[in-house]
């Protein structure tokens, strides 16, 4: 009762048809990352860029089966012959105005501090307005 060609002649199924578009949409965002992303990258692209609606396991099944592999190991910054760096956009200041100086960040808002205050100051301040709350 098979028939051979009704197999032949049967409409691709939309799961089938779903795997193959995003197939190709995996192919696109690896071949945009100059063939560094690896399945948790494209997938992020899919799914926060794009908007796609698609898991993990999914796009890593994909790319196993289209052969597509991102760069092993750690992130690494892939350098372009030719193309300029970004400059300081914050305009940062590195230079020293002595030698051996130390550059610290204010703590107070903007405010330097001057001095420090003994460990023993601090408690007998803690002390004193512990006990101003607990006796009325």
Do not use: C
Not at 52 to 73: C, F, K, N, Q
Request: proline content about 7%.
């Amino acid at each position: 009762m098979s028939d051979p060609l009704r197999y032949k002649t049967r409409p691709v199924p939309p799961t089938k048809m779903r795997r193959q578009w995003l197939t190709g949409l995996i192919r696109e965002v690896h071949d945009a990352s100059r063939q560094t992303y690896g399945s948790r990258r494209v997938h992020a692209e899919l799914t926060r860029g794009m908007g796609i609606a698609v898991s993990v396991d999914l796009v890593g099944e994909l790319m196993r089966l289209a052969g597509i592999a991102g760069l092993p190991g750690p992130v690494t910054v892939k350098r372009l012959k030719g193309v300029a760096t970004a400059d300081d956009l914050v305009h940062r200041k590195f230079h020293r105005v002595s030698p051996n100086e130390l550059r610290r960040g204010s703590g107070g808002g903007g405010v330097p501090r001057v001095g420090w205050l003994p460990a023993d100051s601090v408690r007998l301040r803690h002390d004193a307005l512990a006990r101003k709350d607990t006796n009325p």
